[in-house]
């Protein structure tokens, strides 16, 4: 399947049907703590990383936010992570030029700023927290190296998936066994449901919601 028609069959499909997936092929990557800025919610992409660390006051990064950005390709993912911090690191400015630049979603392990500019944007934002509090003590160290955003590790070109139930990361190299499990997890969600609405017994139903544990036989 062509990357772009990945990313657009991750966005479509129910986050807890992938999650299942995950759980089938015995992955990590939940974020935990970060959540949508607004009611756009909903996205897929892979992922741009941009690490930063407490501030040195030498060898920083000389790239700003907008800059990093202007380097994206759209459907892509600004991911920022790799410090607990109570600093905003980034405001409704540099969100709206994501926008304007095609991206799929930011997503901050961080706090951003400017929240009511971010409910009104089109394109999801994700972050722990909303602060004014100025980024005086940390800085950009580096960009598309790994990240830890949300208790979850992110490396450049994984897929990273967003809904209103919060945002999860995928391995680039996985991305293929996933969407081989989703087609079989679907079904068995599907059937799951109809079960529980039709009335069946416990029996039944346990035993559906099972086969959702069992990886897919190649």
């Not at 990357?3 to 974020?31: H, P, T």
């Not at 390709?73 to 920022?80: F, R, T």
């Given at each position: 399947?062509?990357?772009?028609?990945?990313?657009?069959?991750?966005?479509?499909?129910?986050?807890?049907?992938?999650?299942?997936?995950?759980?089938?092929?015995?992955?990590?990557?939940?974020?935990?703590?970060?959540?949508?800025?607004?009611?756009?919610?909903?996205?897929?992409?892979?992922?741009?990383?941009?690490?930063?660390?407490?501030?040195?006051?030498?060898?920083?990064?000389?790239?700003?936010?907008?800059?990093?950005?202007?380097?994206?390709?759209?459907?892509?993912?600004?991911?920022?992570?790799?410090?607990?911090?109570?600093?905003?690191?980034?405001?409704?400015?540099?969100?709206?030029?994501?926008?304007?630049?095609?991206?799929?979603?930011?997503?901050?392990?961080?706090?951003?700023?400017?929240?009511?500019?971010?409910?009104?944007?089109?394109?999801?934002?994700?972050?722990?927290?909303?602060?004014?509090?100025?980024?005086?003590?940390?800085?950009?160290?580096?960009?598309?190296?790994?990240?830890?955003?949300?208790?979850?590790?992110?490396?450049?070109?994984?897929?990273?998936?967003?809904?209103?139930?919060?945002?999860?990361?995928?391995?680039?190299?996985?991305?293929?066994?996933?969407?081989?499990?989703l087609e079989e997890v679907e079904k068995i969600e599907?059937?799951?449901?109809?079960?529980?609405?039709?009335?069946?017994?416990?029996?039944?139903?346990?035993?559906?919601?099972?086969?959702?544990?069992?990886?897919?036989?190649?």
């Amino acid at each position: 399947m062509a990357e772009k028609n990945v990313f657009q069959r991750l966005a479509a499909a129910d986050q807890g049907m992938i999650s299942d997936c995950m759980l089938r092929l015995g992955l990590g990557g939940w974020m935990d703590g970060i959540h949508a800025a607004g009611d756009a919610a909903v996205f897929a992409g892979p992922a741009k990383t941009v690490l930063v660390g407490p501030r040195r006051g030498v060898e920083g990064y000389a790239q700003s936010k907008y800059a990093i950005i202007a380097d994206m390709n759209a459907g892509e993912v600004l991911v920022v992570g790799g410090v607990e911090t109570t600093e905003n690191q980034i405001g409704g400015n540099v969100a709206l030029f994501g926008q304007m630049q095609g991206l799929a979603a930011i997503v901050c392990g961080t706090p951003v700023r400017d929240r009511e500019e971010m409910m009104a944007l089109k394109m999801p934002v994700f972050a722990s927290a909303f602060t004014a509090r100025m980024p005086v003590s940390t800085d950009t160290i580096a960009i598309n190296v790994p990240v830890v955003c949300g208790g979850s590790q992110v490396r450049p070109g994984d897929a990273v998936v967003g809904s209103k139930d919060g945002v999860l990361v995928i391995p680039k190299s996985k991305l293929d066994d996933i969407l081989f499990e989703l087609e079989e997890v679907e079904k068995i969600e599907t059937a799951l449901q109809k079960a529980v609405r039709d009335g069946k017994t416990f029996k039944e139903i346990e035993a559906l919601a099972g086969q959702k544990k069992k990886p897919r036989a190649r």
